[in-house]
């Protein structure tokens, strides 16, 4: 039984920093490509992060670029996304998921067909 538990979620002030933490169970993240999500109110869910199965490639939203990295501990089946510099705009619900395919949109939601429950990101 495949399960994400996303964690770290919270409020910050512009500028600050949070990682958030997925804790993968019923596979290994070494087998999947994983990636980050993001949905506020009202918007679509919008891919934010991505890395491969080795984790030697990481992919990123332009909105996030240099400030986002994305990186995993396969000893701890565990993917992070430490996020610098954040931004109000950046304020959403944020989700893990993991993907069975091989291709396809690094970054498109439709491609991904594990997701954890989402953790809450606010920046004032």
């Known amino acids: 039984h495949v399960q994400l538990v996303e964690s770290g979620g919270g409020s910050v002030q512009a500028g600050g920093s949070l990682r958030l933490s997925c804790a993968a169970s019923?596979?290994?993240?070494?087998?999947?490509?994983m990636g980050w999500f993001r949905q506020a109110p009202g918007n679509e869910r919008e891919g934010v992060a991505s890395i491969s199965t080795g984790g030697l490639m990481t992919y990123y939203a332009d909105s996030v670029k240099g400030r986002f990295t994305i990186s995993k501990d396969d000893a701890k089946n565990t993917v992070y996304l430490q996020m610098n510099s954040l931004k109000p705009e950046d304020t959403a619900m944020y989700y893990c998921?993991?993907?069975?395919?091989?291709?396809?949109?690094?970054?498109?939601?439709?491609?991904?067909?594990?997701w954890g429950q989402g953790t809450q990101v606010t920046v004032s």
């Open positions: 019923g596979f290994t993240v070494s087998t999947k490509r």
């Open positions: 998921a993991a993907r069975d395919a091989y291709t396809g949109s690094f970054l498109a939601p439709s491609t991904y067909n594990y």
